[in-house]
């Protein structure tokens, strides 16, 4: 009788350990479309397009709000309120540190919790901001806080 209830109770520790594995792998998913999303407010922002920026964040707080992992929601419950006050912003300036704080939270699940390959901080000395930007798809910096004034100023953080 010890035996049975040992296995019964190891297979539902194996079957909860596969379900997390489950999870997580379902949120890699989710968490690298997410930063295709931010790559394109990002990318709105870099052309100074704030309605552009605006409508790229509803698309990138939806994509968020489809996590399910309880700790990178939780790590992202800020950066998700922050996402909501760029999308009613009109003044440019106040969205760039919305975007910065969204930024910031994207950035400590991308280095801490969810590596994607191919994303990295990127850090501009003049504006003290930091965002997040694809490795592969563009050499050369695109800084999103000062696009007319220093489009490429900045460079990737090395940790």
Known sequence: MKI???VNLMIL???AIFMQVGLASE???VFAKALKDYEKVHSAFF???LEGAKKE???LAKTLSTLTGEKVKKTLSFTQK???DLKG???LAQAHKAFNVISQGLLVVLEKQIPVKNYARYYCPMVKKYWIQNTTDSEKVLNPY???SMPHCGGKVLK
Do not use: I
Request: net charge neutral; hydrophobic share 30%; no cysteine.
């Open 4 to 6: 049975k209830k040992m």
């Open 13 to 15: 520790v194996l079957s």
């Open 27 to 29: 949120d890699n998913k």
């Open 47 to 49: 052309k100074d397009d």
């Open 57 to 59: 964040a509803s698309s």
């Open 82 to 84: 922050k996402l909501e």
């Open 89 to 91: 912003e009109s003044d």
């Open 146 to 148: 000062a696009a007319k």
